[in-house]
């Protein structure tokens, strides 16, 4: 990268030495594919060496929904059979245990993705999805350092997502990212179109271990492997009424 002498400040027709650092910046950016999202957008959802974090306030994985509730505001709709809480203005929803009201998940949705031969999304004229929240998110996300958006694609998050924690390194067969972090275990993951690594993100989610208590975390964890079985834990699956 070409460096700019500090007596540069100030340059002909106004351009400055700021500006100048910021289009090579710019350009830096364009030539290895990175596309960088501002923060600002509200409501702010960070997920950071296995913490969550919504507009500055922690929501840990396996608390009560009441918790959760109390951090998030709102009014979420219940959707009990399905163990879900919908949050249809902000775009996400919320999944708890079949036993217990514990928080197992959070999905986030950026855009309306069609999944079988009957239409479902209403701009392909389909009714919708009641198991969706009624808007899309439109606040900003950032997982491991790599901010997410409806335009995003997975090559273009894992390219500001932290090492280990890309898309795709090493979380069974699919694109799904795991942490074993500071703050517990996470998993990621994308939901995604036939493109893979290619596809825009529909929407993202976040997971947390039911049985993260009998795996205290400890120092380093953040480059520990976690015990084969922490990935055998109780949870919803997002789409179905049905258990695991």
């Not at 951090?71 to 079949?98: Q, T």
């Not at 109780?234 to 009424?241: A, F, I, L, P, Q």
Request: hydrophobic share 35%.
């Amino acid at each position: 990268m070409i460096s700019i002498p500090a007596a540069a400040d100030s340059l002909f027709d106004g351009i400055t030495r700021e500006k100048i650092k910021q289009e090579l910046k710019r350009f830096e950016d364009w030539s290895q594919g990175i596309r960088r999202i501002p923060k600002g957008a509200k409501p702010e959802i960070i997920v950071n060496d296995g913490k969550i974090t919504f507009n500055g306030k922690i929501l840990k994985i396996g608390d009560d929904i009441e918790s959760w509730k109390k951090v998030i505001g709102g009014n979420p709709r219940a959707m009990l059979d399905r163990r879900i809480y919908v949050w249809d203005d902000l775009g996400f929803k919320v999944g708890i245990g079949w036993t217990n009201t514990k928080v197992i998940f959070i999905k986030i949705i950026f855009r309306c993705k069609e999944r079988g031969a009957v239409k479902v999304c209403p701009e392909n004229g389909g009714l919708g999805n009641t198991n969706e929240p009624q808007n899309f998110f439109t606040g900003y996300v950032e997982y491991e350092g790599g901010p997410i958006d409806s335009q995003s694609t997975v090559l273009e998050a894992n390219r500001l997502i932290r090492g280990r924690a890309q898309y795709g390194g090493g979380c069974g067969t699919g694109l799904c990212s795991s942490v074993w972090g500071k703050y517990g275990y996470l998993v990621s993951d994308p939901d995604i179109d036939s493109r893979g690594y290619e596809s825009i993100f529909y929407g993202v989610s976040f997971e947390g271990d039911s049985h993260a208590e009998f795996y205290p975390v400890k120092a380093g964890a953040a480059d520990a492997v976690p015990p084969e079985d922490v990935f055998k834990f109780n949870y919803v699956e997002r789409d179905s009424t049905k258990k695991n």
